[in-house]
């Protein structure tokens, strides 16, 4: 199990943008994909990106394809999540998510909430019209 710990969100405006970070605690992301998700009350969790540690491919949900960008920082194995010309659509409670991954295995990415094993607990995004 890897505990995630996850940056706080905020409060925008709409256009404005926002990041969110998510670092392992005592351990790396090597090894592993890190995705990101979204979850508004009473729908599913929502999947936003992904990126895989080995190949550092990276993977986005329609919705904010174009946006956000998913990125890693080797030096200090945090994942980030830049996310631009936020509209009130994209407000919800985001996770950070894990789960044992390496492109090298010939398995498709883990693009849903259900591949994931490993979680933080959540940082909620406002984007005010």
């Known amino acids: 199990q890897v505990q995630l710990v996850q940056s706080s969100g905020g409060l925008v405006q709409t256009g404005a943008s926002l990041r969110l970070s998510c670092a392992p605690s005592?351990?790396?992301?090597?090894?592993?994909?890190v995705g990101w998700f979204r979850q508004t009350s009473g729908k599913e969790r929502e999947f936003v990106a992904t990126?895989?540690?080995?190949?550092?491919?990276?993977y986005y949900g329609d919705s904010v394809k174009g946006r956000f960008t998913i990125s890693r920082d080797n030096s200090k194995s945090t994942v980030n999540l830049q996310m631009e010309r936020l509209v009130p659509e994209d407000t919800a409670i985001y996770y950070c998510?894990?789960?044992?991954?390496?492109?090298?295995?010939?398995?498709?990415?883990?693009?849903?909430?259900?591949?994931?094993?490993?979680w933080g607990l959540g940082a909620r995004v406002i984007v005010s019209s």
């Open positions: 005592g351990r790396t992301f090597s090894g592993y994909a």
């Open positions: 998510a894990a789960v044992r991954y390496d492109e090298a295995w010939g398995q498709p990415a883990p693009l849903t909430h259900l591949r994931y094993d490993n």
């Open positions: 990126i895989t540690w080995s190949g550092g491919s990276e």
